[in-house]
């Protein structure tokens, strides 16, 4: 059974150490929609990703209003009451999400390829002509005052959002896409409404599709689908970046009766589209990307001082950040930050050897694969290509140049991207008890955690 399990695997598209994308074909309607369309026959689904710029980033001053408006695209449609949709879908086994994230409106689906003349119409009438049900809105409304209070219980679900209003301020990119319990208590149905016509447009959107299907048939099917859907004005360009902060700085939040601290510790990255971001992979990998890395060796292993520690870069369109970001108890929150600040300076001070980037190489490429193999991941890629205007080097290129990195192009990579100074420090914790020691790390700014906003 073991054997031919494997065999099975191996059949599927992602299981492979050379994996590159499967054949796709892209298209644009007339009305501007893009259409990206991938066979895969092995099992009778189809996995369908609808990316739309219309993120969180064109929330302006009434956070969370972006994400507000793509959960209420589920609240029913002309032809389908919401009741009715999801007694459809539940009967069917099938699945529709709604969502927003800092950049993009995301719908996600999936369903038996014998379901879809039952399940195509829905998306279309989610995506086309949402009812915006007022009742069903008052009460995501009110959930969702409860859920955003309740996460200020718990600092790790709010570091991230601290952090990035820090850095970025009342840029687009510090804009928290679930929004506060101020903002989202003075969004109206009215403002929905408008943030809809505004940003829902077919061009700018894509569609993609992976699963059990045969593209001509499947572009024939969408074209008619999608023909009514009126092309908008110019697709949504995203925000510009500004100034972010170059002098280091720290932002203490207490929350009183705590007895650990959360720590996020970063300062500028890359954005997506960066030509490096293959070595810059396999460099952070040796920092704080994987279990045996140098951060968990040092902060976990040897020190004990915490049982999580990771780095990684938050890709945008326009730029990103690098962060650490771990916890600790609150007598070990300074020791920590000293530790880790210290292993990333050994990035510049000792580098990385060649047998250490042999395993960082190894490390990444096994990981790769396995990303990308459901449909549903596949579907995610091509939307996240789309959004991102990625082309296939992205994919296909990948192993190639993680062989390529030698000792010189990675010492090249950490001088250019990892951040040896100027640090933002974000502290969630009882910080009256290293307030005085945090000030080593920069200018220190203060927050009670009940203070409304981040």
Do not use: C
């Not at 650490?324 to 050994?346: M, S, Y």
């Not at 008890?433 to 203070?451: D, L, N, P």
């Amino acid at each position: 059974m073991k054997k031919i399990l494997f065999f099975l695997l191996l059949a599927l598209p992602g299981f492979s150490q050379n994996f590159k994308l499967p054949r796709y074909e892209k298209l644009v309607l007339p009305n501007g929609l893009t259409l990206m369309l991938m066979e895969q026959h092995e099992v009778p689904v189809l996995a369908v990703s609808v990316g739309l710029p219309a993120g969180a980033v064109y929330d302006g001053a009434q956070y969370g209003l972006a994400n507000l408006t793509a959960e209420s695209l589920k609240f029913g449609t002309k032809s389908f009451p919401k009741a009715l949709l999801d007694e459809k879908l539940d009967f069917l086994g099938a699945q529709l999400s709604t969502y927003a994230t800092l950049e993009t409106a995301l719908l996600t689906s999936s369903f038996a390829v014998k379901d879809q003349e039952t399940v195509w119409p829905m998306i279309k009438e989610v995506l086309v002509n949402p009812a915006f049900d007022a009742s069903e809105f008052e009460k995501r409304k009110s959930r969702l005052l409860v859920e955003l209070k309740q996460a200020k219980q718990r600092p790790s679900a709010v570091l991230g959002e601290y952090f990035n209003h820090f850095y970025y301020g009342n840029q687009p990119y510090g804009s928290p896409a679930d929004g506060t319990p101020e903002s989202i208590g003075g969004i109206t149905l009215d403002q929905v409404k408008n943030f809809y016509r505004t940003h829902y447009q077919p061009n700018g959107t894509v569609v993609s599709v992976v699963g059990d299907f045969n593209t001509a048939a499947m572009k024939a099917k969408l074209t008619t689908l999608f023909k009514d859907w009126k092309k908008g004005t110019a697709a949504t360009q995203p925000p510009a970046l500004k100034a972010v902060p170059s002098q280091s700085r720290v932002l203490l939040v207490n929350k009183e009766n705590a007895t650990e601290t959360q720590i996020m510790i970063g300062q500028k990255g890359v954005p997506m589209n960066n030509p490096d971001y293959v070595g810059i992979e396999v460099v952070n990998t040796v920092l704080g990307a994987r279990f045996t890395s140098w951060l968990v060796d040092e902060l976990r292993v040897n020190h004990g001082y915490t049982y999580g520690v990771r780095s990684s870069f938050d890709m945008k369109k326009a730029g990103g950040t690098f962060v650490i970001r771990t916890f600790t108890l609150t007598k070990t929150t300074i020791p920590a930050i000293d530790l880790a600040l210290e292993v990333i300076g050994r990035l510049y001070t000792k580098g990385i050897d060649e047998k250490l980037l042999a395993s960082a190489k190894n490390y990444v490429k096994g990981q790769f694969p396995p990303r990308f193999e459901t449909p549903a991941q596949l579907a995610s890629l091509l939307t996240t290509m789309f959004t991102y205007g990625l082309n296939d080097s992205y994919i296909n290129d990948f192993q190639a140049k993680v062989d390529a990195l030698n000792v010189d192009s990675v010492k090249r990579i950490i001088q250019t991207y990892f951040p040896k100074d100027h640090f933002q420090l974000v502290l969630i914790g009882k910080t009256a008890e290293y307030r005085e020691a945090a000030k080593k790390y920069g200018e220190v700014s203060e927050k009670q955690i009940e203070t409304p906003g981040y």
